[in-house]
T-cell receptor
Framework: EAEVAQSPRYKITEKSQAVAFWCDPI?????LYWYRQILGQGPELLVQFQDESVVDDSQLPKDRFSAERLKGVDSTLKIQPAELGDSAMYLCASSFPTPDTQYFGPGTRLTVL | DQQVKQNSPSLSVQEGRISILNCDYTNSMFDYFLWYKKYPAEGPTFLISISSIKDKNEDGRFTVFLNKSAKHLSLHIVPSQPGDSAVYFC??????????FGQGTRLTINP
């Protein structure tokens, strides 16, 4: 069964350092999402891509976060510099444009010390 | 403003009995609803969905019910099994609205 791949699974970094997460969506899925999930809460959308274009990045803290999907396939989410409050699970998901059934990867657990 | 709410943070059910997880929403533009299951240190796994043109959708042991007038949906799991112990999220989308998740309900199935 096709899956969304993410790496690394775990990342520990010190504040002010740069971190990057990678996601490879299910083959054929044009829409890719990055979410952040804080313990005890549901996932919150950071950025949505349709192919290589950003569709929604209204909740992305653009002063420190950036995301790209240059060839419309895999994607990278970067944080620079990392802050203590960035500690969370970062989830990638993909879907066909409709219906909006999103399939999630295993996530990257980020700990900022 | 929480558009999707799961008011029960946790639920404990005996193995073999029915588990009922509830979810309320406020945005009348939502027309597609999903349930996801999440184990610790893993990403959410899609379970079942329902479109607003239906009021029930069934898949094996899982059934989702939608009450549009009450803006309420529920997930029924019967019979409940130990492997069902996880956090369950409901989510909703519609129109130009992105997928919005509830806070999750931790389900524990007791032997």
């Amino acid at each position: 069964e096709a899956e969304v791949a993410q790496s690394p699974r775990y990342k520990i970094t010190e504040k002010s350092q740069a971190v990057a997460f990678w996601c490879d969506p299910i083959s054929g899925h044009a829409t890719l999402y990055w979410y952040r999930q804080i313990l005890g809460q549901g996932p919150e959308l950071l950025v949505q891509f349709q192919d290589e274009s950003v569709v929604d990045d209204s909740q992305l803290p653009k002063d420190r976060f950036s995301a790209e999907r240059l060839k419309g396939v895999d994607s990278t989410l970067k944080i620079q510099p990392a802050e203590l409050g960035d500690s969370a699970m970062y989830l990638c998901a993909s879907s066909f444009p409709t219906p909006d059934t999103q399939y999630f990867g295993p996530g990257t657990r980020l700990t900022v010390l | 403003d929480q558009q999707v709410k799961q008011n029960s943070p946790s639920l404990s059910v005996q193995e073999g009995r029915i588990s009922i997880l509830n979810c309320d929403y406020t945005n009348s533009m939502f027309d597609y609803f999903l349930w996801y299951k999440k184990y610790p240190a893993e990403g959410p796994t899609f379970l079942i969905s329902i479109s607003s043109i239906k009021d029930k959708n069934e898949d094996g042991r899982f059934t989702v019910f939608l009450n549009k007038s009450a803006k309420h949906l529920s997930l029924h799991i019967v019979p409940s099994q130990p492997g069902d112990s996880a956090v369950y999220f409901c989510a909703a989308s519609g129109g130009a609205q992105k997928l919005v998740f509830g806070q999750g309900t931790r389900l524990t199935i007791n032997p």
